[in-house]
């Protein structure tokens, strides 16, 4: 069974541009978590979308965005790149409702903003 | 609100020695806490979680954890240290909503552990 898909691997913008990520989740999973992971904050999240309804949000500015296909498949965008946004962002899967205990990480993409 | 508080971003054991991880928590509901694991270019992987039941939770790796409670913490210990052990630890805690499902993880700053020949 495939794990988490999360593309592209690496990413370098610069500053001004716009972003967009994507993650397949595991087969048959429904629920999608976004988390972001700098040096500075630690790993904070993002939103969690559940049915392609965004059922959680954290407190990220809205430059920040994202979205699920009916296929599961989810999709984060990032909106005027600032350098802050450089990070490494970890999407994570469910079978149901976000539960933690069985929830699968991808190997995240690496966002260089320049 | 919640958050979670790890004790030392560095720790350093020679192979064989006691691993000790501290966590403490703070939460105004009675908590979901979780300890993850993850290795260099990689994602997060689940080491144990802590959902009301056994105070003492085992995971996986010779792993384990202890729920206090009244020291509202949450380390993380193993016995014997093995060089594949050097990894990032990741403390987290969760909240449950109301239909029994979970809210999002609030992380620690994570616990570097470095494991010595």
């Known amino acids: 069974k495939a794990g988490v898909t999360q593309t592209p691997r690496y990413l370098i913008k610069t500053r001004g541009q716009q972003v967009t990520l994507s993650c397949s989740p595991i087969?048959?999973?429904?629920?999608v978590s976004w988390y972001q992971q700098t040096p500075g904050q630690g790993l904070q999240f993002l939103f969690e979308?559940?049915?392609?309804?965004?059922?959680n949000k954290g407190n990220f500015p809205g430059r920040f965005s994202g979205r699920q296909f009916s296929n599961s498949r989810s999709e984060m965008n990032v909106s005027t790149l600032e350098l802050g946004d450089s990070a490494l962002y970890l999407c994570?899967?469910?079978?149901?409702?976000?539960?933690?205990?069985?929830?699968?990480f991808g190997s995240g993409t690496q966002l260089s903003v320049l | 609100a919640q958050s979670v508080t790890q004790l030392g971003s560095h720790v350093s054991v020679s192979e064989g020695a006691l691993v000790l991880l501290r966590c403490n928590y703070s939460?105004?509901?009675?908590?979901?806490l979780f300890w993850y694991v993850q290795y260099p270019n990689q994602g997060l992987q689940l080491l144990l979680k802590?959902?009301?039941?056994?105070?003492l939770v085992k995971g996986i790796n010779g792993f384990e954890a202890e729920f206090k409670k009244s020291e509202t913490s949450f380390h993380l210990t193993k016995p014997s240290a093995h060089m594949s052990d050097a990894a990032e630890y990741f403390c987290?805690?969760?909240?449950?909503?109301?239909?029994?499902?979970?809210?999002?993880?609030?992380f620690g700053k994570g616990t570097k552990l470095s494991v010595k020949p």
């Open positions: 994570a899967s469910s079978w149901g409702k976000v539960t933690n205990e069985k929830l699968f």
């Open positions: 087969s048959g999973h429904r629920s």
């Open positions: 979308y559940f049915s392609e309804t965004q059922r």
């Open positions: 939460s105004s509901v009675p908590p979901y």
């Open positions: 802590y959902t009301s039941a056994a105070t």
């Open positions: 987290a805690v969760t909240r449950v909503l109301y239909g029994g499902s979970q809210g999002n993880l609030i």
